[in-house]
């Protein structure tokens, strides 16, 4: 069984800290890895994917790929309150068919 | 209107009664996907589809089936509906190749 996996939480920060969110993953064939945002009630949302080792920034967002390591983090720089969401790893399978998700870590940013 | 468009979004029904789920979608994406999201357990894959004519269990298909009757249309069915089936249903769609999957709003079920 190919596994995610992911700490639940609840990570607390405040306002305009960085918050470091880490994912682990089971499959060494696995290419693609994604990061999707769930705001409580809502349906999940992509909102980084990275293919490569290394860092991947997009404005406050920068996903970071060890494959060696076989790990994937995701920092959010000046955190907002409008960050608060659960955060979803997601990896490609070795077919590259479907999409193998964690479990989600809850991410509270208090004003 | 959504892109991905779920019917119903919320259901109870009781324990032996048939269930239908319908996804439609107006993104013109070939692939589909149904899964299911259990609190503390996040998502997981019931079924996808990358045409019409090809259909693929995922990790939990057991007491669920699927129709694709278009590219545009995905159905979830549960043919006896049991009380561990109570969760949230998610169908999702994505373009070829980029992994990236576009959600729908979620199906709130509750089997009595």
């Known amino acids: 069984q190919k596994e995610v996996e992911q700490n639940s939480g609840p990570l607390s920060v405040p306002e305009g800290a960085i918050a470091s969110l880490n994912c682990t993953y089971s499959?060494?064939?696995?290419?693609?890895f994604f990061w999707y945002r769930q705001y409580s009630g809502k349906s999940p949302e992509l909102i980084m994917f990275i293919y490569s080792n290394g860092d991947k920034e997009d404005g406050r967002f920068t996903a970071q790929l060890n494959k060696a390591s076989q790990y994937v983090s995701l920092l959010i720089r000046d955190s907002q309150p409008s960050d608060s969401a659960t955060y979803l790893c997601a990896v490609n399978n070795q077919a590259g068919t479907a999409l193998i998700f964690g479990k989600g870590t809850t991410l509270s940013v208090s004003s | 209107d959504a892109d991905v468009t779920q019917t119903p979004r919320n259901r109870i029904t009781k324990t032996g009664k048939r269930i239908m789920l319908e996804c439609s979608q107006t993104?013109?994406?070939?692939?589909m996907y149904w899964y299911r999201q259990d609190p503390g357990l996040g998502l997981r894959l019931i079924y996808y589809s990358f045409d019409v004519k090809d259909i693929n269990k995922g990790e939990i298909s057991d007491g669920y089936s699927v129709s694709r009757q278009a590219q545009a249309k995905f159905s979830l069915s549960l043919e006896s509906a049991i009380p561990n089936q109570t969760a949230l249903y998610f169908c999702a769609t994505s373009p070829e190749n980029t992994g990236e999957l576009f959600f729908g709003e979620g199906s709130r079920l509750t089997v009595l």
């Open positions: 499959d060494r064939g696995s290419q693609s």
């Open positions: 993104k013109g994406h070939d692939r």
